[in-house]
């Protein structure tokens, strides 16, 4: 079955850096693009990051343009999420998300807070 798991959400100083994992099992992780997205209390999820199944296109919205990085390392099944200059508004728990044979998966999310 298909599995994603996140890790590396913690409580962070703005301005500070992150780096989130999503390790994948369950499908052919290279074929399948990954996502990252974003719940806050009280807002709207939000997609923060994609990669294409090989590694060569990604795409950001303009909230996050500049300071996040989503990679993947197809040999280890996981995507990654590099997040620098953090801010308050980041705050909420992150997912990572595929499409497999037509069906959305997601994990259970990994908590980040930007707080002094």
């Known amino acids: 079955q298909v599995q994603l798991v996140e890790s590396g959400g913690a409580l962070v100083q703005p301005g500070g850096s992150l780096r989130l994992s999503c390790a994948a099992s369950?499908?052919?992780?290279?074929?399948?693009?990954m996502n990252w997205y974003r719940q806050a209390p009280g807002k709207e999820r939000e997609l923060v990051a994609v990669?294409?199944?090989?590694?060569?296109?990604?795409n950001y919205p303009d909230s996050v343009k500049g300071r996040f990085t989503i990679s993947r390392d197809n040999t280890k099944n996981t995507v990654y999420l590099q997040m620098n200059g953090l801010k308050p508004e980041d705050t909420g728990v992150y997912y990572c998300?595929?499409?497999?044979?037509?069906?959305?998966?997601r994990g259970q999310g990994t908590q980040v807070t930007v707080s002094s």
């Open positions: 990669i294409s199944h090989g590694g060569s296109s990604t």
């Open positions: 998300s595929a499409i497999v044979i037509g069906t959305i998966y």
């Open positions: 369950g499908f052919t992780f290279s074929s399948v693009a």
